[in-house]
């Protein structure tokens, strides 16, 4: 069974920066992918940023170049670097996990950007 730790939630203004974790841990096939949600009050959870098995990634559309995903294949961690923060980036962030069998959620953070 996957597990999936975050960490690095807070307060931060707004123009202040962010740094998520995640960790898993458990039994771990081959990942499909790897990667972050957020789910605002009232709204549907989207996506902010993946990172494919083969290193590839993909962001949502209202990133704009101001996070940037990482991961470090040793530790079966990955990271989520956001700068430029908006008071609509606040949001609960959520960890997740696809592989051949698996699709595991974190329990989320919460990330609040003050104006």
């Known amino acids: 069974q996957v597990q999936l730790v975050e960490s690095g939630g807070g307060l931060v203004q707004a123009g202040g920066s962010l740094t998520l974790s995640c960790a898993a841990t458990g039994r771990i096939f081959s990942i499909n992918a790897m990667g972050w949600y957020r789910q605002a009050p009232g709204k549907q959870r989207e996506l902010v940023a993946t990172?494919?098995?083969?290193?590839?990634?993909n962001y949502g559309d209202f990133v704009k170049g101001r996070f940037t995903i990482s991961r470090d294949n040793a530790k079966n961690t990955v990271y989520l670097q956001m700068n430029s923060l908006k008071p609509e980036d606040t949001a609960v962030y959520y960890c997740n996990l696809r592989d051949f069998v698996n699709n595991a959620w974190g329990q989320g953070t919460q990330v609040t950007v003050s104006s």
């Open positions: 990172m494919s098995g083969g290193g590839s990634r």
